[in-house]
Nanobody
Framework: QVQLVESGGGLVQTGGSLRLSCTASGRTFDIYAMGWFRQAPGKEREFVSFIGWSGEDTFYADSVRGRFVISIDSAKSTVYLQMNFLQPEDTAVYYC???????????????WGQGTQVTVSS
């Protein structure tokens, strides 16, 4: 089993920044990819970004590309999501996930964190 704990959410004004963290514990050697997803009220959970455990492969949703940066500190088993130029439409619960492949499909990630709320005020 893998346990994931997110932190770093909060309330920020439009144009502001936040950095989310997600620390993995347990069978981290089973992890090949870490992903960030988000779910706004009344909407389905959507892909935001993923990164390989080695840090060499990254990918972003079109809606966040150029504003968000994903990174990983494998020694600390922690993945980060630096979110810049935040907009009200970025408001959502953000989840980190761990899985065996670099994919955008939520169903292919085995482990999920509890989520952290990000609210962007206009």
């Amino acid at each position: 089993q893998v346990q994931l704990v997110e932190s770093g959410g909060g309330l920020v004004q439009t144009g502001g920044s936040l950095r989310l963290s997600c620390t993995a514990s347990g069978r981290t050697f089973d992890i090949y990819a870490m992903g960030w997803f988000r779910q706004a009220p009344g909407k389905e959970r959507e892909f935001v970004s993923f990164i390989g455990w080695s840090g060499e492969d990254t990918f972003y949703a079109d809606s966040v590309r150029g504003r968000f940066v994903i990174s990983i500190d494998s020694a600390k088993s922690t993945v980060y999501l630096q979110m810049n130029f935040l907009q009200p439409e970025d408001t959502a619960v953000y989840y980190c996930a761990a899985g065996p492949a670099l994919v955008t499909d939520t169903q292919l990630y085995n482990y999920w964190g509890q989520g952290t709320q990000v609210t962007v005020s206009s």
